[in-house]
C-alpha cells in the first residue's frame, strides 16, 4: 500500500521528520517497506519563462530562446520543440542539472549557438500527459494555470511533484489498513493525535434513484451488500491537479474524473467502487448472480472469458456486464460519450472472489482487496463519499438516494474490558483509564465493562487480539524483559537427538549432507527402471505444480541422491560421498493424507569408494546409535541396484533398508561413468532400535582369552551370518569377535570359502581357565556344524 504523505495531513497533520514517521509506524504493527520522494532524482531544474524565440541561423528546425528563470539575466537556451510561444512558462533545466533517467545536463553549444541548460518534456520530469492532461506527449511541457508560475521556483513545488510516499507492507488480517483512512488512523493513535472517521455527505439532487435503477441479489451467499447511485448529465473531464497527484503517489493512472473517483474512493476508504454506463445495463437493472456454465464476458482489458458457475459476476436483464469483485465488462466502462453512470459500491465473498480470480488468472487492485474479506458496513459511506466526489469536480447532477441491498448478517464483537487480565498476559502495568484511550483512538467504543470492536477489525475476536492493540500502542520497546513463567526448559526430544546423532555421524565419516526437493517428475521412477507396478510409483499429485519436473510427492529418495551424484560426476568432481535425511510421502488409502516418513538416504562414488566403503559406514551408524543384533543378507530383486551386490539392513527380522552399488542400467541413465553405491533406511525403524543409553563399565581387572578359528562354508553364507552364530553359542564370555581372513583356492573345495575369526573372551569376576574358553570353543563349533560350516583342519 503506496500512502501519499501530502494525502495522510489532509487527516492527519504528522510534524516529524519522514525518518521518525517510518520507524514510529513500524514498531507500531503497521510495517513501512520503504519510502521515497518523487522527483528525488530532479535536481537544478526551475520554472522559466520564453522572453523571446529566434530561429538558429544554421538549422530550420532549433530555435534560439530567451528565457528569465528569476535571476539577473535571462539564460540563451537552443531548443528543437515546435509548440512554444513567448510568454510561455516551462521547466528549465539550468546548467549542472539532472533530470529522469539520471541524465546529467551542461551548458554547450548547439550547431555554434551557445545553448545554457534545456527546456523540459514532461518526460524529462518522469511524468505523462496522464498526470497534465493538458500537456503535449512529444514536445515541451508548458505550465497551465493549475501550477505555480513563480519564477526561479524548483520545478518539484511548482507542479506538486514533491510528495513523500510511503510503502506499507499490509498483513491479510488488516484490509482496513489497505486505505489512507485506515493508516491515518493508526497514525494518529501512534502519534497520540485526535481522529474520527469522516463522514461524507451530499447535496440533495433531483429525482428518485429507486425510479431508475433496480437492484436484485439472488446469491446471497457471495454477496452481502451491493448499493447503487445514479448520476445524470455526466460531464466527462480531466480530475483536478490535487486529486491526479494523489492518485499518481499511490501508484494509480489518472484517466478522466469519473473513473478517477472510483479509485480515488478505493484508495482512501479501501472499498473499491466501479462505474456503469447506464445506457448499456439493460433494463436498468443489477443482478447479482452465479454465472451459468459457458457464458461469456470481455472484460475491461479486451480479453474474452469463458465463466462457469461458481463464479459471481453482476449481470443485467440479459448478459454479464461486471465479474463481481474483479473487472467490468467492455461496455461498462466510462466512455467520452457517455452520459447517465451507475457507481457500484459493493461487498462479496473474498473467498469466492479469490477463487473466481484465480480460475481467471486476474488479479486486480479491488480483488486484493475484496479477497481479504471487507466490511459490508463501509459500502455507504464510500458511496457517498464518490457522490460528494461528483457534486464537487461538477462531474454530474446526483439523482437523489441510493438503492442498498444489505444481506450482511454481520454481529458487532463484543468482548469483556479486563485491564487486568491484559496487564498480566503482557506482563506490563497500563491503567484501565489508559488501555481505553488506547482502544478509543482506534474507534473501538468501551462502556459498561465491555469493548464493542469496529466492524471493519473483523481480525480482533478475542480478549488476545485486545492484548495486542494494548500492547503495540503500548510500545513493544516498552514491555520488560523477564524470565518465562514457565518451568519447561526448551531442550531437544529424543527423535531430535538422534537425527543429531545421525548427521554428525555421517558427517564425521567424511559424508556431506545434501538437501533436495520432496516434489520430482514421474520420470525420475523410470530412470531407477521401477518396474511399471511397482508401488512406489504410486504418488501423491499435486494439483498446482511448478511443472512437469516437479509435480508429485517422492515415494523414494533414492532418485533426488542419484541426481545429486550425477551432477557431482558431471561436473567433473573425482568423488562424492552424501548424505540426506529426508521426507518420502506414502499414499495412504482411504485418507488425504499421505504417511510422512523420514529417510535416511547416502550416496557415493569415486575410486575411494566401494560396497565394503559403504557398508562401512552403515556399520559404524549402527555402532553409534546402539543397534547391535542386525542382519546383512543378500538381495537380488531390487530394481535400482545390481542383483549380485545388494543387501538388506534388518534388526529381529524388520527390515531397515537396502545398501548396495547401483545398477549399470541406472547409472546410464544418469550419466555416471563409474560404479556408485547408495544406501537407503526408514528413520523410524532405526529410532525403534536405537539404544543411546550408554553403560559405564569399568576397566577388565583379568585377563583375556583369545582363540583363532578357521571355518570352510559356501561361499553364499555371508560372514555375519557365522559371526551372529557364534556370539550367540559363546554367550556371556564373548568380549569381541573378529574376522581376519577370507581365502579360496587351493586346498579349498570350489564353491566353498575359509573364514576365519579371532575371538576374544573374559570374564568380569574371575580369570577364565582354559576348560571354560575351550568349552565356549566348543559350543561354536557345534552351533556353525549345524548350520553345514565345517572347522578347517
Known amino acids: 500500500m503506496l500512502l501519499s504523505k501530502k494525502w495522510l495531513n489532509e487527516y492527519v497533520k504528522i510534524d516529524v521528520g519522514d525518518k521518525e514517521f517510518t520507524d514510529v509506524m513500524t514498531m507500531s504493527g503497521s510495517k513501512v517497506e520503504g519510502y521515497s520522494h518523487e522527483g528525488e532524482e530532479l535536481s537544478n531544474i526551475v520554472v522559466g519563462k520564453i522572453l523571446s524565440l529566434e530561429r538558429h541561423p544554421d538549422s530550420d528546425h532549433l530555435w534560439i530562446c530567451s528565457v528569465d528563470v528569476g535571476a539577473d539575466e535571462p539564460l540563451q537556451i537552443v531548443t528543437g520543440a515546435q509548440n512554444l510561444k513567448v510568454g510561455d512558462v516551462v521547466p528549465t533545466a539550468l546548467d549542472n542539472s539532472v533530470v529522469a533517467g539520471n541524465k546529467k545536463i551542461k551548458k554547450g553549444k548547439l550547431r555554434g549557438v551557445e545553448s545554457c541548460g534545456m527546456l523540459c518534456s514532461l518526460s524529462e520530469l518522469g511524468l505523462t500527459v496522464h498526470d497534465f492532461p493538458y500537456a503535449i506527449e512529444d514536445g515541451i511541457f508548458v505550465l497551465g494555470d493549475d501550477c505555480d508560475k513563480t519564477l526561479g521556483l524548483d520545478i518539484h513545488e511548482a507542479i506538486g511533484l514533491n510528495d513523500m510516499v510511503t510503502d506499507f507492507e499490509i498483513t491479510p488480517n488488516r484490509p482496513d489498513c489497505l486505505s489512507v483512512i485506515g493508516l491515518a488512523r493508526e497514525a494518529a493513535a501512534s502519534f497520540k493525535i485526535p481522529f474520527k472517521t469522516p463522514e461524507p455527505t451530499v447535496e440533495k439532487g433531483e429525482g428518485d434513484v429507486n425510479e431508475i435503477l433496480k437492484v436484485n441479489i439472488l446469491d446471497k451467499k457471495d454477496c452481502y451488500r451491493y448499493a447503487g447511485a445514479v448520476v445524470k448529465n455526466v460531464r466527462i473531464a480531466p480530475s483536478p491537479r490535487w486529486m491526479r497527484e494523489r492518485l499518481r503517489a499511490s501508484g494509480v493512472r489518472p484517466i478522466n474524473n469519473i473513473v478517477d473517483i472510483t479509485n480515488y474512493v478505493m484508495l482512501e476508504y479501501g472499498q473499491p467502487m466501479h462505474a456503469f454506463d447506464l445506457r448499456f445495463l439493460e433494463g436498468n437493472t443489477v443482478n447479482v448472480r452465479l454465472a451459468e456454465k459457458g457464458e461469456t464476458i470481455t472484460t475491461l482489458d479486451g480479453v474474452k472469458r469463458e465463466l462457469d458457475d461458481s463464479m459471481l459476476v453482476i449481470a443485467d436483464q440479459k448478459k454479464p456486464v461486471a465479474v463481481a469483485g474483479i473487472m467490468g465488462g467492455e461496455y461498462s466502462g466510462i466512455m467520452d460519450d457517455t452520459k447517465?453512470?451507475?457507481?457500484?459500491?459493493?461487498?462479496?465473498?473474498?473467498?469466492?472472489?479469490?477463487?473466481?480470480?484465480?480460475?481467471?488468472?486476474?488479479?486486480?487492485?479491488?480483488?486484493?482487496?475484496?479477497?481479504?474479506?471487507?466490511?459490508?458496513?463501509?459500502?455507504?459511506?464510500?458511496?457517498?463519499?464518490?457522490?460528494?466526489?461528483?457534486?464537487?469536480?461538477?462531474?454530474?447532477?446526483?439523482?437523489?438516494?441510493?438503492?442498498?441491498?444489505?444481506?450482511?448478517?454481520?454481529?458487532?464483537?463484543?468482548?469483556?474490558?479486563?485491564?487486568?487480565?491484559?496487564?498480566?498476559?503482557?506482563?506490563?502495568?497500563?491503567?484501565?483509564?489508559?488501555?481505553?484511550?488506547?482502544?478509543?483512538?482506534?474507534?473501538?467504543?468501551?462502556?459498561?465493562?465491555?469493548?464493542?470492536?469496529?466492524?471493519?477489525?473483523?481480525?480482533?475476536?478475542?480478549?488476545?487480539?485486545?492484548?495486542?492493540?494494548?500492547?503495540?500502542?503500548?510500545?513493544?520497546?516498552?514491555?520488560?524483559?523477564?524470565?518465562?513463567?514457565?518451568?519447561?526448559?526448551?531442550?531437544?526430544?529424543?527423535?531430535?537427538?538422534?537425527?543429531?546423532?545421525?548427521?554428525?555421524?555421517?558427517?564425521?565419516?567424511?559424508?556431506?549432507?545434501?538437501?533436495?526437493?520432496?516434489?520430482?517428475?514421474?520420470?525420475?521412477?523410470?530412470?531407477i527402471c521401477l518396474s511399471p507396478d511397482n508401488k512406489l510409483r504410486k504418488s501423491l499429485v499435486i494439483m498446482n505444480p511448478l511443472g512437469e519436473d516437479t509435480s508429485i510427492m517422492r515415494t523414494t529418495t533414492v532418485p533426488s541422491m542419484m541426481d545429486v551424484l550425477s551432477r557431482n560426476f558431471n561436473n567433473r568432481n573425482a568423488s562424492a560421498k552424501m548424505f540426506e535425511i529426508s521426507n518420502v510421502y506414502i499414499p495412504v488409502e482411504g485418507s488425504d493424507l499421505p504417511d510422512e516418513r523420514k529417510t535416511v538416504t547416502l550416496g557415493m562414488f569415486g575410486e575411494d569408494c566401494d560396497f565394503f566403503t559403504l557398508k562401512g559406514v552403515i556399520e559404524e551408524l549402527m555402532r553409534v546409535v546402539g543397534i547391535k543384533d542386525y542382519d546383512v543378507k543378500a538381495v537380488s530383486d531390487c530394481e535400482y541396484l545390481h542383483p549380485g551386490r545388494a543387501a538388506e539392513l534388518s534388526a529381529e527380522g524388520e527390515t531397515i533398508g537396502l545398501f548396495g552399488e547401483v545398477h549399470p542400467d541406472v547409472l546410464e541413465n544418469y550419466g555416471i561413468g563409474v560404479k556408485a553405491y547408495v544406501a537407503s533406511f526408514d528413520y523410524a525403524t532405526i529410532e525403534k532400535y536405537s539404544d543411546l543409553v550408554k553403560v559405564y563399565k569399568p576397566l577388565p581387572k583379568f585377563p583375556a582369552v583369545t582363540r583363532d578359528l578357521a571355518f570352510v562354508c559356501s561361499k553364499k553364507i555371508p560372514v555375519l551370518t557365522l559371526k551372529m552364530a557364534m556370539a550367540k553359542a559363546v554367550g556371556k564370555y564373548l568380549e569381541s569377535i573378529a574376522l581376519f581372513d577370507v581365502y579360496e583356492g587351493a586346498q579349498i573345495p570350489s564353491g566353498m570359502k575359509s573364514v576365519a575369526f579371532n575371538l576374544v573372551m573374559r570374564s568380569a569376576d574371575k580369570t577364565l581357565t582354559d576348560d571354560e574358553a575351550d568349552t565356549a570353543v566348543k559350543r561354536a563349533v557345534k552351533a556353525l556344524g549345524e548350520l553345514g560350516i565345517t572347522l578347517r583342519s
Not at 474479506?373 to 464510500?382: K, Q
Not at 464537487?392 to 437523489?400: E, K, R
Not at 459498561?448 to 503495540?472: K, N, T
Not at 513463567?485 to 545421525?502: H, W
Open 340 to 527: 447517465e453512470i451507475v457507481f457500484e459500491s459493493a461487498c462479496f465473498n473474498g473467498v469466492s472472489v479469490r477463487f473466481t480470480a484465480k480460475k481467471l488468472g486476474m488479479r486486480t487492485e479491488a480483488s486484493a482487496r475484496y479477497e481479504k474479506e471487507l466490511d459490508p458496513s463501509g459500502c455507504m459511506r464510500s458511496l457517498n463519499r464518490a457522490l460528494q466526489l461528483v457534486q464537487m469536480l461538477d462531474a454530474g447532477d446526483v439523482v437523489n438516494g441510493a438503492v442498498d441491498c444489505d444481506c450482511s448478517e454481520k454481529k458487532q464483537t463484543v468482548i469483556p474490558f479486563d485491564a487486568e487480565w491484559v496487564n498480566r498476559f503482557i506482563g506490563i502495568d497500563v491503567s484501565a483509564d489508559e488501555q481505553k484511550k488506547i482502544l478509543e483512538s482506534l474507534e473501538f467504543e468501551v462502556r459498561d465493562g465491555m469493548i464493542y470492536v469496529p466492524f471493519f477489525r473483523g481480525d480482533v475476536l478475542h480478549q488476545a487480539d485486545i492484548s495486542e492493540e494494548i500492547a503495540r500502542f503500548y510500545g513493544y520497546e516498552n514491555i520488560p524483559s523477564r524470565d518465562f513463567s514457565s518451568d519447561t526448559a526448551g531442550k531437544f526430544s529424543d527423535t531430535q537427538k538422534l537425527e543429531r546423532l545421525i548427521s554428525n555421524t555421517l558427517l564425521a565419516c567424511g559424508l556431506t549432507e545434501a538437501a533436495t526437493y520432496s516434489f520430482i517428475s514421474p520420470k525420475f521412477y523410470d530412470k
